[in-house]
């Protein structure tokens, strides 16, 4: 059974940068053929996918949201992490990181974790 959990700050200022980190449990992040994303869900909107690594470390980014993103992978930990800069209230939402097989939907996902952009 996989298991994915997000951890990272609950809130942040604006114009800084968001970081939150997903732990893997188990399944190897590094395991062909998985796509680990980052979607997120503001207070009353729908989901919306911030982008993903890939088993071989490639990565892939929203276009609305490529120039503030950066994910990236420790393989020693089995995680993941999303950086998101210059944050504004509009980044206000419920985070999640989720695994998806390649040509297939999301199989597994974490609990999702707040974040809120406040001074």
């Known amino acids: 059974q996989v298991q994915l959990q997000e951890s990272g700050p609950g809130l942040v200022k604006p114009s800084q940068t968001l970081s939150l980190t997903c732990s893997v449990s188990?399944?190897?992040?590094?395991?062909?053929?998985?796509?680990w994303s980052w979607i997120r869900q503001p207070l009353g909107k729908g989901l919306e996918w911030i982008g993903y690594?890939?088993?071989?470390?490639?990565?892939y980014y929203s276009p609305s949201l490529k120039s503030r993103t950066s994910i990236s992978r420790d393989t020693s930990k089995n995680q993941f992490t999303l950086q998101l800069s210059s944050v504004t209230p509009e980044d206000t939402a419920v985070y999640y990181c989720?695994?998806?097989?390649?040509?297939?939907?999301?199989?597994?996902w974490g609990q999702g974790t707040q974040v809120t952009v406040s001074s």
């Open positions: 989720a695994r998806k097989p390649q040509e297939k939907g999301y199989d597994y």
């Open positions: 188990g399944g190897s992040i590094t395991t062909n053929p998985y796509f």
């Open positions: 690594i890939g088993y071989s470390g490639s990565t």
